[in-house]
């Protein structure tokens, strides 16, 4: 009786799961046909391999992230085009294959040892903070408010429902990595396994490389994000330039590396092949970061080598070793390819990484402190500052940067914060960066209890001091970047670091905190709970959409199409199904002119219902509720005296809409409601 009550949960969490993945897919994904006939194969592929197969679907999984970024670019689906990120929709089905065999298989007991409190504090951190800011921006419907309105939730006009996708995809953006993170150090248990995942990942880069090649050689337009391509740059299979260089530098570190490891003989000596155009292509990706961090990996392979081979040698030569020649052709070929391009006549094939980097060094530190990144980061401080226990909440840093510049007079707009740390701190406050600083001390242990394996004379020790050295350039960027929503970015890392913790020492028995400390890891749970309650407050009160819109006037308009004109009223909006238009009522009498065109309006009524939002978003006054019988244009008028002074919001209300593509064939795919004439006051009553 007690597994068959486990197996229903079970059953249950995965019927929740595959819902949700349905409806995230309907919401996010691009319904493209020959998009999705490219996808989704490799999704279910990716699933079903999954299930009946484990190790197997993380293999698939690792191989696929890097190469699968760009396929929206192939069929005109850009940046200007909202949609979930490939490798996110790619982990989504993956862990569905992970429940899936979870259900009906055996728990897979995560190896998380001392990582386990303050992972599952951060991971549940993360997620009360989304669904608590999710549901801020959705201004708590269903809970307060029915149906849901599409309100405006800062001075950049971004809607209520723009504000939500940017909460769930931050927020999975933390889970998801941290998932692959437990799952890949779950089901590669042996060093065999760890090192063949990470030869899947590396092969997947080279074959990106290829592609970034072919981008460098014909113009970079071919699967290039318009971003990118409008900068010159190259962005491979990633989802853009600056990803796919940071992603080329942590990959030709790994192979660095290897590569240059003394004592493997011949072993690893090819990897250079690879290597070489790697490190040409991050010239062109625009990544200042990539280049900087990867001199910097370098700098650390040539040290840990240098020692490695004196021990190897036993005080002999060091001339003996691979190191010392492997790092001066390296120096070499960078200097060699750096001057070449840097200095080339042609404008068109000038290194824009190396331009960039020329500008930084020139502008000097003061001068970044005051640029665009530096106002960013003051930003992310201000948030901090203002919200310290919680922050603005998950995935709203993007959302609440133009609020936040409103008023304090900037006018910056980004995706992120440009600093990883300060972005958590921006969106969970204090406590964010505190549970992830105890996952870093707790990570920084584990690091240095293993990396002096790094100067043994086995493969081990060449597989530890390259995925160190990747690791490495990626800790760097993040201080310049965060990478939020590059989550193949993301995902590299945690699968080096994965595999890194694989192939180095095991913690012992003992070190884990799993089985031990109750009453602190209930503490700790109710501290979370507290900062969730004091976040659910700001989100109640200074955070409020109410409040946003009275303190910055926000103009709320949702709801409506782009402005068109007839000759008969001039310029009019078309609704859908509800919209909303914020007025000020200066005069007593509101004219609104209004119309419908449902083709068969004659034989069924379209019912119109009007109401005003007024003082709070929660109380709404009866204004109007009618027929259209027909499709002439016909001014309806009000009397507003009560409402005299204030600013609301004239809500509209259509009980049915039609589809001019579906219902008559006309290139039209939008569901109209009713046509909408600017609203005008008189003060006087009508005649």
């Not at 728990?107 to 989304?130: D, H, M, T």
């Not at 042996?190 to 014909?218: C, D, M, N």
């Not at 072993?267 to 910097?296: D, E, H």
């Not at 760097?476 to 595999?499: D, K, Q």
Request: glycine share 10%; charged share 15%.
């Amino acid at each position: 009786m007690k597994e068959l009550v486990k197996r229903f949960i079970r059953l249950l969490i995965v019927l929740i799961y595959g819902l949700g993945l349905v409806l995230f897919f309907q919401t996010y994904v691009p319904l493209v046909r020959p998009f999705l006939l490219l996808l989704v194969p490799l999704l279910g592929l990716t699933a079903f391999l999954t299930m009946f197969r484990p190790r197997s679907g993380i293999y698939l999984f690792i191989f696929l992230v890097p190469l699968i970024n760009n396929f929206p670019y192939y069929f005109g689906i850009h940046e200007d085009i909202p949609h979930a990120p490939t490798a996110l929709v790619l982990f989504l089905f993956f862990f569905l294959g992970i429940l899936v065999r979870y259900l009906f298989g055996k728990p897979l007991g995560f190896r998380a040892g001392k990582l386990s409190l303050p992972l599952s504090l951060f991971l549940g951190w993360v997620f009360l903070s989304g669904i608590i800011t999710f549901f801020r921006y959705a201004d708590f419907f269903p809970f307060l408010d029915r149906p849901f309105f599409d309100y405006v939730t800062n001075t950049f006009g971004v809607s209520a429902g723009g504000a939500m996708m940017s909460v769930v995809f931050t927020t999975l953006s933390y889970l998801s990595a941290f998932s692959v993170f437990l799952l890949a150090g779950t089901l590669l248990h042996t060093k065999s396994e760890g090192r063949r995942a990470v030869f899947f990942l590396i092969t997947s880069v080279f074959l990106s490389s290829i592609v970034g090649g072919i981008q460098l050689l014909t113009g970079r337009e071919w699967g290039n994000s318009m971003i990118s391509f409008g900068h010159d740059l190259v962005g491979g299979t990633f989802k853009d330039s600056l990803s796919f260089g940071v992603a080329l530098a942590m990959a030709a570190s790994l192979l660095l590396g290897l590569a240059s490891r003394p004592g493997c003989g011949a072993a690893f000596r090819w990897l250079y092949v690879p290597f070489v155009p790697m490190v040409i292509l991050i010239f062109f990706t625009g990544s200042k970061g990539a280049l900087v961090s990867i001199l910097l990996a370098a700098v650390f392979i040539f040290s840990v080598n240098r020692t490695a081979a004196r021990r190897i040698h036993q005080g002999g030569d060091i001339r003996r070793s691979r190191a010392r020649p492997a790092g001066i052709v390296i120096l070499v070929v960078l200097a060699l390819v750096g001057g070449y391009i840097g200095f080339q006549s042609g404008q068109e094939n000038q290194s824009s990484t190396l331009s960039r980097l020329n500008y930084m060094f020139k502008e000097g530190p003061l001068q970044l402190m005051a640029s665009w990144r530096g106002r960013l980061w003051e930003s992310a401080v201000r948030m901090m500052g203002q919200y310290p226990l919680t922050g603005v909440g998950c995935g709203a840093y993007i959302i609440e940067l133009s609020n936040f510049n409103t008023e304090y007079r900037s006018r910056e707009v980004s995706q992120s914060a440009e600093n990883y740390w300060l972005h958590a701190g921006a969106e969970l406050g204090f406590a964010g960066l505190l549970l992830l600083l105890w996952i870093g001390v707790v990570l920084y242990t584990r690091f240095r209890r293993i990396l002096p394996g790094a100067y043994g004379a086995d493969s081990d020790g060449a597989w530890i001091v390259g995925l160190s050295a990747g690791m490495i350039v990626y800790a760097v960027n993040l201080f310049f970047h965060t990478y939020i929503w590059s989550y193949e970015v993301g995902y590299i890392f945690w699968i080096f670091l994965a595999v890194y913790l694989t192939i180095g020492e095991r913690e012992p028995k003992g070190l884990s905190d799993q089985k031990r400390g109750g009453a602190r890891i209930t503490a700790a749970c109710l501290v979370v709970f507290l900062l969730g309650g004091v976040h659910l407050w700001n989100s109640f009160h200074s955070l409020s959409i109410e409040n946003r819109t009275r303190s910055l006037g926000l103009f709320q308009q949702f709801g409506l199409y782009v402005k068109e004109r007839n000759p008969e009223v001039g310029r009019f909006h078309w609704t859908g199904k509800t919209a909303g238009l914020l007025i000020d009522v200066k005069k007593p009498y509101l004219f609104l002119p209004m119309h419908v065109s449902h083709p068969d309006v004659r034989q069924k009524p379209v019912g119109v219902r009007l109401r005003l939002i007024v003082d709070s978003f929660h109380r709404k006054v009866d204004l109007d509720e009618f027929e259209l019988i027909n499709d002439a244009w016909e001014t309806k008028s009000y009397d507003l005296h009560e409402m005299m002074g204030r600013r609301v919001i004239l809500l509209i209300e259509v009980d049915r809409t039609w589809n001019p593509q579906r219902d008559k064939g006309i290139p039209d795919p939008r569901n109209l409601g009713v046509a909408v004439g600017l609203p005008y006051f008189r003060g006087k009553r009508p005649g």
